[in-house]
């Protein structure tokens, strides 16, 4: 999603993805050009000290989107209401910080993000990001790789427990977190073995993850193999 409106301090509305209900996907989502801007103003003081709105360039969706859209979730996941701006991981460029508190970020930066409460809001034009899990994309990464890897970010607080040497065990080694686990534990942090946990092990065993060992969860129980006890 790039933007190309040079006059957008003056936006009143913005385009956007509206999810009007649960269902067939072509009745549940719209596209719409009248959806009023996101506004700082309209947060409470306390969420308006660490926000920001950006404009959107890239929208990574995942499980959790699918989830949120499927209604399967709803009880922990939301929407709240209807209607409402699907996707949560992006990116894209700071329009408006906050004027009350020093902020993280400058008007320009470029950053990516992962969503907070809920999987929802970043399929717009403009789109109120939280700081506190949003960083600035380096110059070689793309807007859409930015958006891509915003979630798994968690992946390199957890490969930095791990010293040189180290056997480590992956659950969920296939997805977005688990996936660049391997890969930073495996040319950072210098591990010696590393065992994958997945639906589909094989893929495991290839580039660019190669797992020293890929286990199915479906058919053996982790953990009731000794070799993973004790």
């Known amino acids: 999603m790039i933007i190309t409106d040079n006059n957008s301090?003056?936006?009143?509305?913005?385009k956007a993805v509206q999810g009007k209900e649960l269902g067939d996907i072509d009745a549940m989502l719209t596209v719409e050009d009248n959806i009023s801007m996101p506004n700082l103003d309209d947060l409470s003081a306390k969420k308006r000290k660490k926000s920001i709105i950006i404009q959107t360039h890239a929208v990574s969706l995942a499980c959790g989107d699918c989830r949120v859209l499927s209604g399967k979730t709803r009880k922990f996941q939301g929407p709240p209401s209807f209607p409402y701006i699907p996707g949560g991981d992006c990116s894209g460029i700071v329009w408006k910080i906050p004027t009350e508190t020093e902020c993280p970020f400058?008007?320009?930066d470029r950053i990516a993000a992962r969503f907070t409460e809920g999987p929802r809001g970043a399929l717009a034009e403009y789109?109120?990001?939280d700081t506190t899990v949003c960083e600035k994309i380096p110059d070689n990464i793309s807007?859409?790789?930015?958006?891509?890897?915003?979630?798994a970010s968690p992946a390199t607080l957890l490969a930095e427990r791990i010293r040189?040497?180290?056997?480590?065990?992956?659950?969920g080694a296939g997805g977005g977190v688990g996936s660049h686990t391997c890969q930073i534990m495996r040319r950072q942090q210098r591990a010696s073995y590393i065992v994958g946990v997945s639906l589909t092990p094989d893929r495991l065993l290839q580039d660019?993850?190669?797992?020293?060992?890929a286990i199915n969860y479906s058919e053996k129980d982790i953990f009731s193999m000794n070799k993973f006890n004790g």
């Open 164 to 171: 040189e040497g180290e056997r480590v065990l992956i659950i």
């Open 127 to 129: 789109a109120i990001i």
């Open 9 to 14: 301090k003056n936006k009143v509305t913005m």
């Open 106 to 108: 400058q008007v320009g």
């Open 143 to 151: 807007f859409e790789e930015g958006a891509v890897l915003a979630s």
């Open 208 to 213: 660019p993850l190669n797992y020293n060992e």
